[in-house]
């Protein structure tokens, strides 16, 4: 048992900006323009036409430089932001070297133009090239994409290349169907929606997967694709999956692989040999680039050679030792979004990947896979803790899922209270699971490769800690947190349109109406 | 464990032989292999991984790094001119401290009291643009304008039940690109038909008796851009509104908001929704990977209820007097609803935002109204001086920092023009003549604050002797 830390957050109060500095301060100057220019040209205001001139200055704070930065850093202070221990399930915490960060921050990344003549581009281009050969290699797909800006525009470009690839073989309109299945995430039948088709998905079934007679029940003439991911985010080997794919190519259908699961089975699968037409890695996730608290991301995008003709555009391509970008391809969907892609961080991933090398990379899975059956030992020996599908003793891969629904029956402590007491020792929050729950009361911790036994075993501790609280004082595991910056957040009015407020202005009107209100009552 | 791991690796701290063998003997397995048995056996690759050698040095690695990013020749080298969609803006210091924090970096989601700051600047990013347009909702970023645009447009499609909307021609042919997979193809039940309203010759603005023709019943949305995509300011945005509101249609505007100091905000001339590019606002280029979106409107339900992002509201907590901040409308995104939400989110470029929330806060109102004089006055300066070269002309004159010049007259190419500014170290204006042919031989030109009269001189210089 670990000693649970004092952990306290910083407490600095800080005000909202809108609220901050005094009028006539300034951040940041501009230099007045040169006599010649002035000279020629005039006043800027007056090169605006009238009718399309700003009438009244925008109401935004005046502060100091330096009222600025400690504002900002005052609000990095008030977020956890992984500096204790972030198991954070679904997401897979890492480290994201520093080396990284200093190296695209200088100017031969951060001020590029993706517009610049290829001569130019020399050797972003061979990384982003070199890294194309080792995603290929990790898939065994023919090429990579890197424009999606994260997992879920990596399955939205998944629907269109299934688009392009049914146009060009006149079957589009017949096959408006895109099967998934209840345990892949939320994306794949978003975006597949959002793309036009209609959504199939199949339940779970007693072995933790749907069976291969419901997917064949579901697959027909109309199948375009399956988007499913494997395993799942409770750590289950769908192990039919060669099954699954032959049965949609049967039907007609393309095979995507989600792998957003691959931290656990990084060097064992590939997602082509189990015959996917297509696949998606989280740059961001598995590949050691940041997070960011949700982008920039890069969803990177692979498929087989017979859908190269559709990706996106622009993909790079290497002449002998030179490299040049190929901007646009008659059968490709065009763009999913601007240029190239989140271009520093497939500089990180590729960084990444060099710095682990084959050998660290199969270690890491296996680092991953060992560190959370070592805490799936100690969390199912907390009161209160189950597994999800129980009767399931093969060992998880690099996750699992688990609920306290025992806990909450029992005390009245739901997940989000010990969500938000564990932070109370620097902690962070644990992922649940995504939508619908299945699991009751869920949560997803994932250990990966990065945090040491110590880190799992306090992590495990505080919540063992925590599950103590709730069946001796739930009062106190429900009003937490109580070391944090601020106290438990009341969301209750967020979707009542006369209280939710997306900005300042909205926010001091809808305030201003209620005390109105309040005032003539 | 890996037999030939020699040392622990840096990023992995049960790395260790030793320290491995501590967990494998703890739960109780031989081999780390018998904690794959899940996976069938004919599912394993029979190949091991090929990669380049490993670098686990950061001694290695950061030479290999450098060596390689050292063929790039990038725009602080070089007097670069390219816009379109990225543009050079300078980048505060502090905006790059901020960004580099390693608490916003590293992490995904905390709860919405332990992760507060990042939650608040997210709140300070839609609170400032909010000002910025004269806006009262806004969500929290997208990937890029485009990815703003063409959600945008499905918003409007959805509210009015219509399924074609006019765009103006004069977009970037990158950000139409994204619009177009957005509307999907003809053969999709819920296809939105994009139909291209024809510029003014004259203006470069839209032509209203044309775009009068154009618009019915059947449109959702007119959206235009004012600076557009080849660098015009809108002069008739308040008939433009009007015109869409005749029809039952909703107007979408882009605008790029560090204009916004000195041009009439979407509030202004009654917009309905905006749209537009965030990484002007204290981020870097990165080719290209600094771009982001926002998608903002008046706070109506109609209009909020149909959002496809996540958005963050300030709420009360159990103390009173003390604000917090929580998501709002949660259950109508992707995460809340699967396929019945609107449209999807995911990952964006949340890290941006609170760089965005930093400039803007170091701008302030005055800042704001400064940059945008000065880059009017240095791209107009710019535009002049150019079209002073014989042979070399600029098409319109009402634009922000981006303007088209024409090279048809000088017998070159945009591409020759281009090829001989490299060799004086100088990075020319954007291509047009294959997006835009009906231009000729066109390139836009990009002037912002960090283009000194000593920078515009030496580009005239050269472009006269390379127009020759």
């Known amino acids: 048992m670990s000693t649970l830390r004092r952990y306290h957050a910083a407490v600095w109060d800080e005000p909202v900006v809108m609220e901050l500095g005094r009028p006539g301060r300034r951040g940041l100057l501009f230099p007045e323009a040169e006599p010649g220019v002035r000279d020629a040209v005039g006043n800027g205001a007056d090169l605006v036409p009238a009718a399309v001139r700003r009438r009244s200055r925008p109401r935004l704070p005046e502060l100091s430089e330096f009222e600025v930065q400690r504002h900002y850093l005052h609000l990095s202070q008030q977020t956890l932001g992984m500096m204790g221990v972030s198991l954070f399930g679904t997401c897979t915490m890492k480290y994201n070297p520093r080396v990284n960060e200093l190296v695209t921050a200088r100017p031969w990344i951060a001020e590029l133009h993706p517009g610049q003549d290829d001569s130019t581009l020399q050797g972003v281009l061979e990384i982003l090239h070199g890294f194309n050969e080792i995603l290929c290699e990790l898939s065994g797909m023919r090429q990579f994409v890197f424009q999606p800006g994260g997992g879920a525009d990596a399955a939205y470009t998944h629907a269109c290349v299934t688009r392009a690839y049914h146009h060009d073989r006149g079957e589009l309109a017949q096959r408006d169907e895109i099967v998934t299945t209840i345990q892949a995430h939320p994306c794949n039948a978003a975006t597949a929606a959002a793309a036009g088709f209609k959504i199939v998905t199949l339940p779970l079934e007693p072995e933790g997967y749907p069976s291969v007679a419901a997917l064949e029940a579901a697959v027909s003439e109309r199948t375009a694709a399956l988007m499913v991911n494997n395993p799942d985010d409770m750590g289950i080997y769908n192990p039919n999956i060669k099954r699954w794919v032959e049965i949609v190519h049967e039907a007609g259908g393309l095979a995507f692989y989600d792998h957003a699961n691959f931290n656990g089975v990084m060097g064992r699968l590939r997602a082509r040999e189990l015959g996917f037409d297509a696949c998606m890695y989280m740059l961001h996730k598995t590949f050691g680039a940041p997070k960011g608290g949700g982008g920039p991301a890069v969803g990177a995008y692979g498929c087989s050679e017979e859908l190269v003709a559709f990706l996106p555009r622009p993909l790079v391509q290497r002449d002998g030792d030179r490299y040049h970008l190929e901007h646009e391809g008659p059968q490709s969907v065009g763009r999913v979004r601007e240029f190239w892609g989140n271009v520093p961080q497939v500089v990180k991933a590729y960084s990444w990947a060099r710095a682990m090398g084959a050998e660290g990379i199969r270690q890491a899975a296996d680092l991953s896979v060992l560190a959370n059956n070592y805490m799936e030992q100690r969390l199912l020996e907390i009161r209160g803790i189950t597994k999800s599908y129980p009767g399931l003793t093969a060992p998880r891969l690099e996750m699992t899922r688990y609920s306290i629904e025992t806990v909450t029956n029992d005390t009245g402590v739901t997940v989000f209270d010990v969500q938000n007491r564990m932070v109370d020792f620097g902690v962070d929050a644990f992922w649940l699971s995504h939508e619908p729950w299945l699991v009751p009361e869920p949560f997803t911790p994932e250990a990966g490769e990065l945090w040491s036994k110590e880190d799992i075993d306090y992590w495990i501790d505080v919540l063992g800690h925590v599950i103590d609280e709730a069946y001796s004082n739930p009062q106190l595991v429900k009003t937490a947190p109580h070391n944090q910056a601020i106290h438990k957040v009341d969301s209750s009015g967020a979707d009542d349109p006369d209280r939710w407020a997306t900005t300042w202005r909205a926010h001091v009107r809808k305030q201003a109406d209620a005390r109105e209100l309040a005032g003539s009552a | ?468």
């Not at chain 2, 591409?415 to 031989?441: K, M, Y």
């Open chain 2, 1 to 468: 464990m890996t037999p030939t791991a020699r040392s622990a690796h840096p990023y992995m701290a049960n790395s260790a032989p030793a320290l491995s063998q501590e967990l494998l003997d703890a739960v109780g397995v031989a081999d780390v292999e018998d904690l794959f048995v899940q996976i069938p056996v004919e599912h394993l690759t029979q190949r091991a991984l090929r990669l380049p050698p490993a670098l686990p040095s950061e001694v290695d690695l950061a030479r290999h790094l450098k060596r390689t990013l050292a063929a790039n020749v990038d725009c602080e080298q070089t007097l670069s001119f390219l816009g379109g969609g990225c543009w050079q803006h300078h980048v505060p210091a502090i905006c790059d401290e901020i960004g580099g924090r390693t608490e916003f970096l590293t992490p995904v989601w905390g709860t919405p009291s332990s992760d507060v700051g990042r939650n608040q600047a997210w709140f300070e990013f839609a609170s400032q643009l909010g000002e910025l347009l004269e806006l009262e909702f806004c969500g929290l970023p997208v990937y890029s304008w485009g990815c703003a645009a063409g959600p945008a447009i499905r918003m409007a499609a959805r509210m009015t039940e219509r399924r074609e909307v006019l765009v103006a021609a004069s977009v970037d042919p990158e950000r139409l690109a994204v619009i177009r997979t957005y509307c999907e193809p003809p053969e999709m039940t819920s296809h939105i038909d994009v139909v291209l309203a024809e510029i003014d010759a004259a203006t470069g603005g839209l032509n209203l008796a044309a775009l009068a023709q154009l618009v019915s019943e059947r449109t959702a949305a007119i959206y235009f851009e004012t600076p557009g995509g080849l660098g015009v300011i809108e002069p008739a945005c308040e008939r433009i509104v009007a015109l869409a509101r005749a029809h039952g249609a909703e107007t979408i505007v882009g605008m790029d908001p560090i204009s916004l100091g000195v041009l009439a905000p979407p509030g202004q001339f009654g917009a309905d929704v905006a749209v537009g590019p965030t990484q002007p606002l204290g981020v870097h280029m990165n080719c290209g990977g600094g771009v982001g979106g926002f998608i903002a409107t008046r706070d109506e339900e109609r209009y909020a209820r149909e959002y496809p992002t996540l958005q963050v509201s300030i709420c009360p907590t159990s103390v009173e007097g003390e604000h917090g901040f929580g998501l709002t409308l949660f259950e109508q995104s992707s995460y809340g609803s699967r396929e019945l939400g609107n449209d999807w989110t995911g990952n964006s470029v949340y890290l941006w935002a609170v760089v965005n929330a930093a400039y803007m806060a170091l701008l302030g109102p005055a800042g704001f109204a400064q940059l945008g004089e000065l880059i009017l006055q240095r791209s107009h300066y710019a535009a002049r001086r150019i079209s002073e070269l014989p042979g070399v002309s600029v098409r319109w004159t009402d634009f922000f920092k981006e303007f088209v010049v024409d090279f048809s007259e000088s017998g070159k190419t945009v591409e020759q023009v281009n090829a001989g500014l490299r060799a004086h170290g100088i990075f020319g204006g954007g291509d047009l003549s294959r997006s835009f042919p009906q231009l000729g031989q066109c390139a836009l030109y990009c002037v912002t604050e960090v283009h000194a009269q000593e920078d515009i001189d030496r580009l005239v210089a050269a472009l006269a002797e390379e127009t020759r």
